[in-house]
């Protein structure tokens, strides 16, 4: 692993506790998951696929899952989170007519077999894992001429709120993200072929910044690096990084900048080290996610 991310160290299980805590409130305030997702699988459009088996990976409440399922609808298309109430939610999404697979996991830990996946989808997820274990885990599932299509959140993102805390209290407050040079290199470390990477910036605006923390305390989008701030945050120290925020304040809004990393990267097609996907029955897939689900 690089030192650029190992720099950026996690604490997974704080993170999936906030997650889940998030669940019931996720769909309400996830403006830019929803908008950065539709945004991602659109893009899916200038491939032509035609996948037997689709991961989603950080599935959260299961709108992705049900969309690809609608895209591919021959296709067995699975749900993963490690976030057992996000599943739990994603329930709502199922139908008898787009019925996907959900199980609980960890990306870092794939429950799947080698070269058992045509196509990974990953939807604002990279942040809160180790990016390079993750491709990892993708790789050895994808079959030959698989591919991985993801969203992550780029180092500009809240740097409204990043400024405005730095300025009120020395101690880490907002999430770090991933820059998109890393990110490439990490996919090509990972034997990925072809990357395909560009930045697009979205903004949302709010009239005062508790609207931009409740958001993020709503979503589960919260800062799960080491050594951040931990225990309530003080009301001194509330206001002071107030006040600072103002800074910003444009037309009566208040912005927070999302920097979003769109990518794509394929396995190669002569791959001699993963299956046939043709060898991997989907009756084998579905058996083995069912087992583990059951567990």
Partial sequence: MSDEIGAYALESRWARRSFDRAAPTFDAAAVIFTEVRDNLLERLQLTKLAPRVVLDAGAGTGHASRALKRRYPGALVVAL??????????????????KFERVCGDAELLPLADGSVDLVVSNLMLPWC??????????????????????????DTLKELRSAWRQADPHSHVHQFIDMHDLGDALVRNRFAAPVLDVERFTLRYLDVRKVASDLKATGARNATVGRAKGLTSPRKFAAMQAAYEQFRQEGRLPATYEV?????WVPE???????PASVSLEEIKRELRARRDK
């Fill in 81 to 98: 989170d490690s976030s057992p109430q996000m599943l739990k939610a994603a329930a709502r999404q199922q139908s008898w007519l787009r």
């Fill in 130 to 155: 180790n990016p390079d274990a993750a491709f990892a885990e993708f790789r050895r599932v994808l079959a030959p001429r698989g591919l991985l299509s993801f969203s992550a959140f780029g180092p």
């Fill in 261 to 265: 990393v769109f990518a794509h990267a």
């Fill in 270 to 276: 002569h791959d001699l080290r993963r299956a046939d």
